[in-house]
């Protein structure tokens, strides 16, 4: 009988750990909410200062009218630096480019998306004699994916030639591509040969710096939802 009360003391004492546990937990777990509700309390107090005493700017980051979704770093790298998946993108825009319908601009642009599933998309520019029915490279590229029932892209890459830098999305495809975007992903921007070297093989040699930069970035405060 006495090995059994020691059994049940145990228990009981194991009993009463495990609770002093969960309250410990809870309490914490309400201390976190609290801290939280605080905090933008706080926030809340300073932008109304702000407001009505011509205190400080607030910052944007601090702003709970804006979105703050997580956005992929923006740099600059050798294009012998980019892994084998960003260079197979951007040979696809290269190859794209040369099929490019610019009659009227004589400014061929190639792009290239792939897919969630792997496959890569690519198009080029298809410009018209009214301008407005053009279409660019990049909704070209993604035009396919779309149609082909691939809504979720991983990364894009964009190749046209300017004597003074890159050339980015426009911002109509800035806003096309974020209405496949649920989230952040690298767009890979090169300049293609200039018209002396027009079909230089390779088209991008290694040492050419290439522009990594990600679609959050390219239209920053973007909304995707109507309602």
């Given at each position: 009988?006495?090995?059994k009360?020691?059994?049940?003391?145990?228990?009981?004492?194991?009993?009463?750990?495990?609770?002093?546990?969960?309250?410990?937990?809870?309490?914490?777990?309400?201390?976190?909410?609290?801290?939280?509700?605080?905090?933008?309390?706080?926030?809340?107090?300073?932008?109304?200062?702000?407001k009505?005493?011509?205190?400080?700017?607030?910052?944007?980051?601090?702003?709970?009218?804006?979105?703050?979704?997580?956005?992929?770093?923006?740099?600059?790298?050798?294009?012998?630096?980019?892994?084998?998946?960003?260079r197979?993108?951007?040979?696809?825009?290269?190859?794209?480019?040369?099929?490019?319908?610019?009659?009227?601009?004589?400014?061929?642009?190639?792009?290239?998306?792939r897919?969630?599933c792997?496959?890569?998309?690519?198009?080029?520019?298809?410009?018209?004699?009214?301008?407005?029915?053009?279409?660019?490279?990049?909704?070209?590229?993604?035009?396919?994916?779309?149609?082909?029932?691939?809504?979720?892209?991983t990364?894009?890459?964009?190749?046209?030639?300017?004597?003074?830098?890159?050339?980015?999305?426009?911002?109509?495809?800035?806003q096309?591509?974020?209405?496949?975007?649920?989230?952040?992903?690298?767009?890979?921007?090169?300049?293609?040969?200039?018209p002396?070297?027009e079909?230089?093989?390779?088209?991008?040699?290694?040492?050419?710096?290439?522009?990594?930069?990600?679609?959050?970035r390219?239209?920053?405060?973007?909304?995707?939802?109507?309602?």
């Open positions: 009988m006495s090995d009360r020691k059994l049940l003391k145990k228990y009981m004492k194991c009993l009463d750990e495990m609770k002093s546990e969960l309250k410990r937990r809870q309490l914490k777990k309400t201390l976190k909410t609290h801290i939280k509700a605080l905090n933008d309390l706080e926030c809340q107090i300073k932008r109304r200062e702000g009505h005493t011509g205190g400080k700017r607030g910052r944007v980051c601090d702003s709970s009218n804006l979105p703050h979704p997580q956005i992929l770093e923006e740099y600059t790298t050798p294009y012998c630096r980019l892994s084998e998946e960003a197979e993108l951007l040979e696809a825009a290269v190859v794209a480019r040369k099929e490019a319908y610019v009659p009227y601009s004589k400014f061929p642009v190639g792009a290239s998306f897919s969630k792997g496959y890569v998309y690519s198009g080029c520019n298809i410009e018209n004699v009214a301008f407005t029915p053009g279409c660019c490279a990049e909704r070209t590229a993604l035009a396919k994916g779309v149609s082909e029932g691939q809504l979720t892209y990364a894009g890459a964009v190749v046209a030639y300017h004597p003074k830098g890159f050339t980015t999305p426009c911002g109509v495809c800035r096309f591509l974020r209405e496949f975007a649920c989230r952040d992903f690298p767009i890979y921007v090169a300049n293609a040969p200039c002396d070297r079909g230089a093989i390779p088209a991008i040699r290694d040492e050419d710096e290439v522009l990594v930069t990600s679609v959050y390219l239209l920053p405060h973007s909304f995707s939802t109507f309602e």
